[in-house]
């Protein structure tokens, strides 16, 4: 089986930084995309930042230059290096990889349990 294990939330004040990390493990063969995604109280799931097999990046308009992903290939952990935090990026933080754990398999979404990063002076 495939899992996903998230690190690195907590509470830190207006302008300061956490890094999330998220290793996944278990019978992979391929990962194609690792990203992260974000759900505050009261709103929809949204994508924050995602990178891909091919070394390209994506992110939200609202972490642009504020936030980076990166990954460890050999280690198929990817992180989010969070700086200047903002309130409004309180939110449950997900990891996800778009994975396959058979060359028999199209790949598929997998997702991790959640951090919480709580930004708050």
């Known amino acids: 089986q495939v899992q996903l294990v998230e690190s690195g939330g907590g509470l830190v004040q207006p302008g300061g930084s956490l890094r999330l990390s998220c290793a996944a493990s278990?019978?992979?063969?391929?990962?194609?995309?690792m990203g992260w995604y974000r759900q505050a109280p009261g709103k929809q799931r949204e994508l924050v930042a995602v990178?891909?097999?091919?070394?390209?990046?994506n992110y939200a308009d609202s972490v642009k230059g504020r936030f980076t992903i990166s990954r460890d290939y050999a280690k198929n952990t990817v992180y989010l290096q969070m700086n200047s935090l903002k309130p409004e990026d309180t939110a449950v933080y997900y990891c996800?990889?778009?994975?396959?754990?058979?060359?028999?398999?199209?790949?598929?979404?997998?997702w991790g349990q959640g951090t919480q990063v709580t930004v708050s002076s």
């Open positions: 990178a891909t097999s091919g070394g390209s990046t």
């Open positions: 996800n990889a778009d994975l396959s754990s058979s060359f028999r398999y199209a790949a598929r979404a997998y």
């Open positions: 278990g019978t992979i063969f391929s990962i194609d995309a």
